[in-house]
């Protein structure tokens, strides 16, 4: 298994490019995708997979200030 580690500013680049994509920001995204009302295509996955990250890193970036 190869992991990659992404920094915070990698994470908002991509969802960036996601969101000009697909014409939505990604807090419109990421509750329609969760209410399952997108589908199920492999880059709403992978959308939400980095919002995610990007909301743990700035969890704990909070925690330690």
Do not use: C
Not at 3 to 18: D, G, H, N, Q
Not at 28 to 48: H, I, Q, T
């Amino acid at each position: 298994v190869t992991k990659k580690v992404m920094t915070p500013a990698a994470i908002r680049s991509e969802l960036a490019a996601l969101e000009a994509r697909y014409g939505l920001t990604s807090d419109e995204f990421y509750p329609r995708f969760n209410r399952g009302e997108l589908g199920d295509d492999e880059d709403f996955f992978v959308w939400a997979t980095l919002y995610d990250m990007l909301a743990h890193s700035e969890k704990r970036k909070a925690i330690r200030a």
